[in-house]
């Protein structure tokens, strides 16, 4: 079942991450396409991403165990996290310029092919799945294994 989503520029969480450090390409690519999708993966990934450079930033390094620790105990410093990136998309939600796309059995099948066919890691064959399902040609990233998969035209 492709259900297409013209015009959509699937938004991988590289851009999001490199966004919240205030890298200007991320901004730009942001700013310059009004319409964006993610799956649940790409939260994930975002999520992790910005617990991790926040504890790094309080603690000075990072230990996975550690920092699962300080989570269970309500860290403020690090719960700051979920509330940004909330924020983020809970404001794209708002103006209308951000798309939720679910996983389903297809895309997690497609996924298993794709991963093989392309030599791709777990997360990013999901994220090819999803596009390719639901029709997305186009891809905000800036990881260089996405422009392995044919259907995808990698931006920036």
């Given at each position: 079942?492709?259900?297409?989503?013209?015009?959509?520029?699937?938004?991988?969480?590289?851009?999001?991450i490199r966004y919240f450090i205030g890298d200007?390409?991320?901004?730009?690519?942001?700013?310059?396409?009004?319409?964006?999708?993610?799956?649940?993966?790409?939260?994930?990934?975002?999520?992790?991403?910005?617990?991790?450079?926040?504890?790094?930033?309080?603690?000075?390094?990072?230990?996975?165990?550690?920092?699962?620790?300080?989570?269970?105990?309500?860290?403020?410093?690090?719960?700051?996290?979920?509330?940004?990136?909330?924020?983020?998309?809970?404001?794209?939600?708002?103006?209308?310029?951000?798309?939720?796309?679910?996983?389903?059995?297809?895309?997690?099948?497609?996924?298993?092919?794709?991963?093989?066919?392309?030599?791709?890691?777990?997360?990013?064959?999901?994220?090819?799945?999803?596009?390719?399902?639901?029709?997305?040609?186009?891809?905000?990233?800036?990881?260089?294994?996405?422009?392995?998969?044919?259907?995808?035209?990698?931006?920036?």
């Open positions: 079942m492709n259900m297409s989503q013209r015009g959509v520029v699937f938004l991988d969480s590289s851009v999001i200007s390409g991320a901004k730009e690519i942001l700013e310059g396409y009004p319409k964006f999708a993610i799956n649940s993966i790409v939260y994930s990934e975002v999520a992790f991403n910005l617990l991790k450079i926040l504890y790094i930033d309080k603690y000075g390094g990072y230990r996975f165990y550690d920092m699962k620790s300080a989570l269970s105990s309500r860290d403020s410093d690090l719960l700051k996290g979920y509330r940004v990136l909330y924020s983020f998309i809970d404001e794209l939600l708002g103006e209308e310029r951000l798309i939720l796309l679910p996983i389903t059995l297809d895309v997690i099948e497609d996924a298993t092919r794709i991963a093989m066919e392309y030599g791709l890691l777990p997360n990013d064959s999901l994220i090819a799945a999803t596009c390719k399902h639901y029709g997305i040609s186009t891809i905000a990233t800036f990881d260089e294994d996405f422009k392995r998969v044919p259907w995808l035209r990698v931006i920036p």
